[in-house]
């Protein structure tokens, strides 16, 4: 089937015939799932985007909504048979469809490519003759569709820009006149339209009507805006005048998006807003990977630099939020670097190092990925203070703290970097960042066993956060105060288990909306395994849970407590060992915990190798937010199983 959005939404069977979609809720179910671009949304979310104000029974009208809309895309479905194409996955929804059968999917890669492969101009020309209209036009009154209409909206006015400038620089374009004038009448802000629009005149033997173009663009730029022309006009003034032919159709110190790459950054507002949480997390991570891409295109490498290692937002986990768009950053700082060598400067590098070292999380790591992201955050702490400049080495001390999980028990080791990070913070007024080192410093005594200190760093986090106004402090400090519940609840005369779980859900409520997928998903039930193993329980097993990442290390236990020792056995053997990161002794010691029950001394002779340098840990609590108690219980379980000659004195 296809979808198509850019304009009111609406379906296509494979055989050209419409779906029907039924009511206006219906349309919006699918054009949300279609903006998530494939991934899960949650119930919840899909609850709260849909109503303002939820009604009594709004997850039952969702569910009858998705049946509906099932059985519109999929008319020759059995009752019985799973949907391929609107998918129930985890505690939520998604679309499966190629991107190429989603017009706003197909625009968007037609605009990426056309941006690395000029050649692709032609497809990009189609890709915008086939917008109808405002992208989701007939879903009103919804914020994430307007947040959505808004970027398309941007990604379009780059597209148009960008085919543009492309058919001038072939030698095409006089065409164009008719098509830019329009453009720059409707948005008369954006400097570099005005640009293509004088080139268009100029290219269809118009001189006086291009350097009248460029008269108009100054006279509105400093009257409206009060801005003078950047560079990129000034010069296209120039050559005009001179009878040259004009090469450049804007300022290389302008993005597509008509934003100044400057002291009015796009990058320092992505900054601020991550700051935020929530959907303005999410958006900023957006808006600087373009602001990197635009910098990338004016090919300015000292520019580049800068936008890059601009964005240096505290980092606390170290599990990507948005693992291809890490990607993608580091690609780009590590192609910054080798542009600007050796030589480059000391600033600009230990910022584009510090970024590959915080962006490069261990968790989605493999070894080589690793050892070379260590050295990165390295290089950048010794060039950091070659320069005396505590910003940047605030920073680099962030890529260290990151890439400090490289075995289990180094809590220790990790303590000391928030100490530095905290010591610096305060030294020199950096608030964020002595944020950041309290809550480093609360997950290495969260390890260690010490509550009252976590707890002390905890409090301490709080009080800052209340004066930076960072409510995602008081987020994760929550979590911590109800991993010290669950903890406590193994004690005699303690909290029961079942105030230790309503604890986890309160703090399970607050993280869901925090715009944090990779701290979020998976921990709530994580959570509650620890939980459980606090109090000699099974797993809870419920088909409901997601256990996100940490599925393959849990699916033995669950598969156990479901009396299914060689299915268990089998999903044991197929584990891979556990990612280096925050969960990494907890995967260990379920791994050891597994081992000891199906008698796998193989299996627990690996945990136990593993896990010994950990011995004085608190399994999990190096998140500072869960624990599954002391790494020596599971330690010594693995020890046993696995025979004499593996144990240590």
């Not at 560079?231 to 290389?252: K, V």
Request: glycine share 8%.
């Amino acid at each position: 089937m296809r979808i198509d959005a850019l304009g009111a939404v609406r379906a296509f069977h494979d055989d050209g015939s419409p779906v029907v979609l039924g009511g206006p809720r219906h349309r919006e179910v699918l054009a949300r799932l279609v903006a998530a671009e494939g991934r899960m949304v949650t119930t919840d979310t899909l609850v709260d985007d849909l109503w303002a104000d939820p009604p009594a029974r709004a997850v039952g009208a969702l569910r009858t909504f998705v049946a509906a809309l099932r059985r519109a895309v999929e008319p020759g479905r059995p009752p019985r048979d799973p949907s391929r194409v609107l998918v129930t996955e985890g505690p939520g929804y998604a679309l499966r469809l190629p991107r190429e059968d989603v017009d706003v999917h197909r625009f968007e890669d037609t605009l990426a490519r056309t941006r690395h492969s000029p050649d692709a101009v032609t497809a990009l020309g189609s890709a915008l003759a086939a917008w109808r209209g405002p992208a989701y036009a007939d879903v009103t009154g919804s914020v994430w569709a307007e947040r959505e209409r808004a970027r398309l909206e941007e990604l379009r006015l780059e597209g148009v820009e960008l085919r543009a400038r492309i058919l001038l620089d072939s030698g095409e374009g006089a065409a164009l006149v008719a098509e830019l004038g329009a453009h720059v009448a409707e948005h008369p802000w954006r400097e570099p339209a005005w640009g293509l629009l004088a080139r268009a005149l100029h290219r269809a033997g118009r001189r006086a009507d291009a350097l009248a173009t460029l008269r108009r663009a100054r006279a509105m730029l400093v009257g409206q805006l009060g801005l003078d022309p950047g560079a990129g006009l000034r010069r296209l003034e120039t050559d005009i005048l001179n009878g040259h032919e004009p090469l450049e159709a804007a300022p290389a110190s302008w993005t597509g998006h008509g934003v100044r790459l400057g002291p009015r950054t796009t990058v320092d507002l992505a900054r601020t807003l991550a700051l935020a949480g929530g959907e303005a997390l999410v958006h900023s991570r957006r808006d600087r990977l373009a602001a990197v891409r635009a910098a990338e295109r004016t090919g300015d490498l000292a520019l580049t630099a800068r936008i890059i290692g601009a964005y240096d937002v505290p980092a606390i986990w170290s599990r990507a939020d948005d693992p291809e768009q890490s990607r993608a950053v580091v690609a780009a700082a590590e192609r910054t670097l080798a542009a600007l060598g050796p030589d480059g400067p000391a600033v600009l590098v230990a910022r584009l190092l510090a970024t590959v070292a915080v962006e490069s999380r261990s968790a989605d790591l493999s070894l080589p990925e690793l050892e070379r992201a260590q050295q990165a955050a390295r290089r950048a702490g010794t060039l950091a203070r070659e320069q005396a400049d505590p910003a940047v080495l605030a920073f680099a001390l962030n890529g260290v703290f990151l890439q400090s999980f490289t075995r289990p028990g180094l809590a220790p080791v990790r303590d000391g970097t928030g100490a530095e990070i905290l010591a610096l913070a305060t030294r020199h007024g950096l608030p964020d960042f002595a944020v950041l080192g309290r809550l480093v410093r609360l997950q290495s005594a969260s390890a260690l066993g010490d509550l009252e200190a976590a707890a002390s760093h905890a409090d301490a986090a709080e009080q800052l956060a209340a004066t930076t106004e960072a409510p995602l402090v008081p987020v994760l400090t929550r979590w911590f105060r109800a991993r010290v519940t669950a903890a406590r609840s193994a004690e005699p005369g303690g909290p029961t288990a079942a105030e230790a779980a309503a604890h986890y859900r309160a703090a399970e409520d607050a993280l869901r909306t925090a715009g944090m997928p990779g701290l979020h998903r998976g921990l709530f039930p994580l959570a509650l395994l620890g939980l459980r193993l606090l109090h000699d329980r099974p797993p809870p097993t419920g088909p409901h849970l997601d256990w996100g990442p940490y599925g393959p290390w849990v699916r033995p236990l669950v598969l156990l407590a479901r009396d299914r020792s060689e299915e268990a056995r089998a999903a044991l053997a197929a584990a891979p060992e556990p990612p280096r990161d925050h969960m990494q002794e907890a995967l260990w010691c379920l791994t050891a915990h597994a081992a000891a029950r199906l008698g796998e001394r193989g299996t627990a002779a690996r945990a136990a190798a593993a896990l010994r340098g950990a011995r004085a840990e608190d399994a999990g609590a190096a998140s500072g937010m869960l624990t599954l108690g002391p790494v020596a219980r599971y330690l010594a379980e693995a020890e046993a199983c696995a025979g004499p000659h593996t144990s240590t004195p």
